[in-house]
Nanobody
Framework: QVQLVESGGGLVQAGGSLRLSCAAS????????MGWFRQAPGKEREFVAA????????HYTDSAKGRFTISRDNAKNTVYLQMNSLKPEDTAVYYC????????????????WGQGTQVTVSS
């Protein structure tokens, strides 16, 4: 069992930055690839970024490339999402999720989920 708790969301103006954190507890954090997803009102939950167990490989959806950076600190059992140049269309609830061993890009392969943190970008 892995428990995930996100933090760092908030209200920011367009062009601003936020850093989301996701603290993990329970089973060995380094056994899990980690992902960030987001869900806007009335929309499906969508993939944003993922990172492998060591942190050496990262993946991004096209809209996040060049603006968002996913990273992890296995010593602190934490994964981060640095979001720069935020746009109003980035407004959503952001979730972190854990996938055993393998990086995935869809929700169904992720076993553990946090409760989400709201990100609101004003224009």
């Amino acid at each position: 069992q892995v428990q995930l708790v996100e933090s760092g969301g908030g209200l920011v103006q367009a062009g601003g930055s936020l850093r989301l954190s996701c603290a993990a507890s329970g089973r060995s954090f380094s056994d899990y690839a980690m992902g960030w997803f987001r869900q806007a009102p009335g929309k499906e939950r969508e993939f944003v970024a993922a990172i492998n167990r060591s942190g050496g490989n990262t993946h991004y959806t096209d809209s996040a490339k060049g603006r968002f950076t996913i990273s992890r600190d296995n010593a602190k059992n934490t994964v981060y999402l640095q979001m720069n140049s935020l746009k109003p269309e980035d407004t959503a609830v952001y979730y972190c999720a854990a996938s055993y061993v393998v990086v995935h890009f869809t929700t169904r392969e992720y076993v553990y989920w946090g409760q989400g943190t709201q990100v609101t970008v004003s224009s």
